[in-house]
């Protein structure tokens, strides 16, 4: 089989199991997203890239020096809508914008972890399959990590674990693409978002809105101003493309790269909590538009999965808005 008819199957039985799952648990309500189902926020903000870029940096939309509106939203990586005082993945995603309010066609999507875990479509099969199986004969997933410890991938899900916690701010975290994009013809970068400053989280209500609150607290009065950051692929061994669990080395002596910033959001003061935004939030999207913006597709096996899996389940997630069942 080859490996485009391989990760074709792979994304098959993934929306498949993705659709069966959100069938049963929204049966009469409209259905989340597939993944970061629940929006804490969406803010307005302007993507700022600065005159006097370095000539290695001077590609594609960082050409040329320009600020351009873009929508931020902020969410929770699971497939279902949690508290916010659980553990939990939070995501990035920012929507660069024409004047008019449409979209460019150009988005960036992040997580507030270095690494994708799972790292390649064979691995996502795999941990797709054996939960399935486990539910199928009702045992736990104390099986799913024996199956993995004998497939040598137990670490990739420690991993996964370790990457969830309950998030005191939104604000203050950093992002990180975990997956890796072009940048140009022949380079391979990936993306960081981090906050230029660091303060004490606001003293908000304890409840499952705790993050959105205190979003809302935060950009009543406040501004914010972040670093968008790409860290260039060196050595292919250290820095993979076709793994997005090896995080990539940032030490220039071991033959890595550190993040080099070439843009900055700059988020003003708001109203967050408007209905329309939420309603926004519901239906964005945030792939690249590899026929506009060729110098920036995304790149290895997961994003690959990723854009014959995200097509599928947007068009179900609007079905679903659309009818009120699904």
């Known amino acids: 089989m080859s490996l485009e008819k391989k990760e074709k199957f792979i994304a098959n039985f993934i929306i498949d199991r993705l659709k069966k799952d959100q069938r049963k648990m929204y049966r009469v309500e409209e259905t989340p997203k597939a993944f970061h189902a629940k929006t804490h926020v969406v803010l307005d903000a302007e993507f700022v890239i600065p005159i006097n870029l370095p000539p290695d940096f001077q590609c594609g939309i960082f050409a040329t020096p320009q600020t351009i509106p873009c929508k931020l939203r902020y969410s929770s990586a699971s497939s279902t809508i949690t508290s916010d005082l659980k553990t939990s993945v939070t995501g990035l995603a920012v929507q660069l914008q024409h004047d008019n309010g449409d979209a460019m066609g150009l988005g960036f999507t992040l997580q507030s972890m270095k690494t994708f875990p799972l790292g390649t479509p064979n691995v996502a099969y795999d941990i797709f399959f054996w939960i399935t199986f486990t539910r199928f004969i009702m045992i736990n997933m104390f099986f799913v990590g024996i199956v993995f410890l004998f497939k040598g991938n137990i670490m990739r899900l420690w991993e996964l674990k370790k990457a969830l916690k309950v998030h005191s701010s939104l604000n203050f975290t950093s992002f990180y693409s975990t997956t890796p994009y072009a940048f140009g013809n022949d380079r391979v970068v990936k993306y960081r978002i981090r906050p230029m400053k660091y303060q004490l989280p606001l003293d908000v209500l304890q409840d499952e809105n705790r993050l959105t ?95 014959l899996i995200y097509q599928e389940m947007h068009d179900f997630h609007v079905e679903s808005l659309n009818d009120g069942v699904v």
């Open 213 to 307: 609150h205190e979003m809302h607290a935060y950009y009543e009065q406040e501004t914010s101003r972040f670093e968008f950051g790409v860290q260039l692929q060196q050595d292919k061994k250290l820095m993979p493309t076709e793994d997005a669990s090896v995080e990539w080395e940032e030490d220039v002596e071991k033959g890595g790269m550190c993040f080099f910033p070439i843009a900055y959001i700059n988020i003003k003061s708001q109203v967050v909590e408007e209905s329309s935004k939420i309603d926004w939030g519901k239906l964005a999207r945030f792939e690249v538009d590899v026929e506009k913006f060729p110098e920036h597709i995304p790149l290895g096996g997961i994003n690959r999965l990723r854009q």
